[in-house]
Nanobody, 127 residues
């Protein structure tokens, strides 16, 4: 059974950091692009980053650039999203998704491009 499981969310103070993990089971994540999305209450799902499968190329949204970093550990079949200088506006449910082998140069941030999704992990930034 193909499954993605996110972890690492929680409550953090403004200016803090978190590292989210997206672990795969039932298939090799290494050959697929993995994107991170978030959705805050009342807002649309927002694409944050994408890391390619074989090529490892990365893409970031404007809101993620400079503060978020995506990487993968091929031995652990896991992709990460490191987040620093977190702000209250970063509060959301964060999800990883996969499907294509490569991040689409135009459209990697579109949820419809991905077939498999994790259940999400809550990130709350508050003092």
């Amino acid at each position: 059974q193909l499954q993605l499981v996110e972890s690492g969310g929680g409550l953090v103070q403004p200016g803090g950091f978190l590292r989210l993990s997206c672990a795969a089971s039932g298939f090799t994540l290494n050959t697929y692009a993995v994107a991170w999305f978030r959705q805050a209450p009342g807002k649309e799902r927002e694409g944050l980053s994408c890391i390619g499968g074989a090529d490892g190329f990365t893409y970031y949204s404007e809101s993620a650039k400079g503060r978020f970093l995506t990487s993968r550990n091929r031995a652990k079949n896991t992709v990460y999203l490191q987040m620093i200088n977190l702000e209250p506006e970063d509060t959301a449910v964060y999800s990883c998704a996969t499907g294509p082998a490569y991040c689409l140069g135009r459209g990697w941030y579109e949820p419809n491009e991905y077939n498999y999704w994790g259940q999400g992990t809550q990130v709350t930034v508050s003092s």
